[in-house]
């Protein structure tokens, strides 16, 4: 296998979209994927962090069983949206590589509707690669452009969580393997503001 890049989007996507997971309590995830969209309920005011890397979603939620995280979703959302979020983000941390000073990044930060963290991708029993996979976080009007403008579908994934984690269970490994999507890197080009 190819030695990874140190920091990557990897994600499953097509000509023009990109699918992102995010996890949330049934009465919230359940009622976005039956209409495809996200419910008044969903508080577009606040962040949201969304996650290309099936695998770190897993992580995140433990195969769906973490409390408020029991339904997977699947969000496939336009690669215009996403990569103009990308384009505008800023690195919720300061780095000395990335950035000139702490006054820049402050700057950066605050002027900024998105936030990126590279977090360790993990293989298929959710232990760290030593590579890293994007989480991005949406605020304000960019959380809601993803909400109402960018999102082409939602599908509900929790099914498929719960099987590749039973196949596991089982020793069945290449089973539950067989059953990942299918992620590859995303032509996101260079990000040099975003340390990749």
């Not at 969903?42 to 195969?63: A, D, H, Q, V």
Request: glycine share 6%.
């Amino acid at each position: 296998m190819s030695a990874q890049p140190a920091r990557a989007v990897r994600a499953a996507h097509t000509a023009s979209t990109i699918t992102v997971y995010q996890a949330y309590a049934p009465a919230l995830g359940l009622a976005a994927a039956r209409d495809g969209r996200f419910p008044a309920a969903w508080k577009r005011e606040r962040m949201t962090w969304i996650k290309p890397s099936f695998l770190w979603m897993m992580y995140r939620c433990g195969w769906a069983t973490k409390a408020g995280q029991e339904t997977v979703l699947a969000v496939e959302i336009t690669r215009e949206g996403f990569d103009r979020a990308l384009a505008g983000a800023c690195l919720s941390h300061f780095e000395p590589r990335t950035h000139v000073d702490r006054a820049a990044w402050r700057d950066a930060l605050s002027r900024s509707a998105a936030r990126v963290q590279w977090d360790p991708e993990r293989d298929l029993h959710l232990n760290p690669l030593p590579y890293r996979s994007l989480q991005l976080g949406l605020s304000g009007p960019v959380s809601r452009a993803y909400a109402d403008t960018w999102t082409v579908s939602i599908r509900d994934v929790t099914p498929l969580a719960r099987e590749i984690h039973a196949l596991l269970r089982s020793g069945r490994p290449d089973a539950a393997r067989a059953l990942l999507p299918a992620e590859t890197p995303y032509p996101a080009g260079p990000l040099p503001h975003l340390g990749a």
